[in-house]
């Protein structure tokens, strides 16, 4: 059986370059793209198992913009997506993790943070709470998060887990 088609974008070639080398070793297809409108154009034409975004690329935001693309766009809305980043990700034990990021905005110790990432330790869940440059709360549910600088121990079982939990889904 073929592994699985996983989609990378992100806006430095030596991120790609190891994303790949790993990901490849695995057994992996590997789809690359540089920016937002690449990786969405990649994402439509290719259809990947599974999509691996960095945050900051042409502009602050934009994986999160294009994690967005994939919750909104029925063709997409499937597949998968893991951030890439450096900001510490906020553990909570509360299958809500929108609810918990909306708790930790009320909280004057986190209330000032520009991003916010959260994941539940048990059931997985994942998500974004970041202030747009208009200054509104936007919520954006991932997959996971992938630890920045990138490292096989931590990418590869994320990756297995999406992938094995995607395999097990219903399918319409």
Same mark, same amino acid.
């Given at each position: 059986?073929?592994?699985?088609?996983?989609?990378?974008?992100?806006?430095?070639?030596?991120?790609?370059?190891?994303?790949?080398?790993?990901?490849?070793?695995?057994?992996? @297809?590997?789809?690359?793209?540089?920016?937002?409108?690449?990786?969405?154009?990649?994402?439509?034409?290719?259809?990947?198992?599974?999509?691996?975004?960095?945050?900051?690329?042409?502009?602050?935001? @934009?994986?999160?913009?294009?994690?967005?693309?994939?919750? &909104?766009?029925?063709?997409?809305?499937?597949?998968?997506?893991?951030?890439?980043?450096?900001?510490?990700?906020?553990?909570?034990?509360?299958?809500?993790?929108?609810?918990?990021?909306?708790?930790?905005?009320?909280?004057?110790?986190?209330?000032?943070?520009?991003?916010?990432?959260?994941? &539940?330790?048990?059931?997985?869940?994942?998500?974004? &709470?970041?202030?747009?440059?208009?200054?509104?709360?936007?919520?954006?549910?991932?997959?996971?998060?992938?630890?920045?600088?990138?490292?096989?121990?931590?990418?590869?079982?994320?990756?297995?887990?999406?992938?094995?939990?995607?395999?097990?889904?219903?399918?319409?």
């Amino acid at each position: 059986m073929a592994k699985a088609k996983i989609l990378v974008v992100d806006d430095d070639m030596d991120v790609i370059t190891m994303l790949e080398q790993i990901l490849i070793n695995e057994g992996y @297809e590997v789809i690359s793209a540089f920016n937002k409108n690449e990786g969405l154009e990649k994402a439509l034409q290719e259809k990947p198992d599974l999509a691996i975004l960095d945050v900051m690329m042409t502009t602050h935001y @934009e994986g999160f913009e294009m994690a967005r693309e994939f919750v &909104d766009n029925p063709e997409l809305a499937g597949i998968p997506t893991l951030i890439e980043t450096s900001i510490e990700v906020l553990m909570t034990t509360k299958p809500s993790v929108q609810a918990m990021a909306r708790e930790f905005r009320n909280d004057p110790n986190y209330k000032e943070l520009q991003v916010i990432l959260i994941r &539940d330790i048990v059931t997985g869940n994942s998500g974004i &709470d970041y202030r747009a440059e208009d200054g509104r709360s936007v919520w954006v549910p991932v997959n996971g998060f992938i630890r920045k600088p990138v490292d096989k121990n931590r990418v590869l079982p994320e990756v297995e887990r999406l992938l094995a939990k995607k395999a097990t889904k219903p399918t319409a």
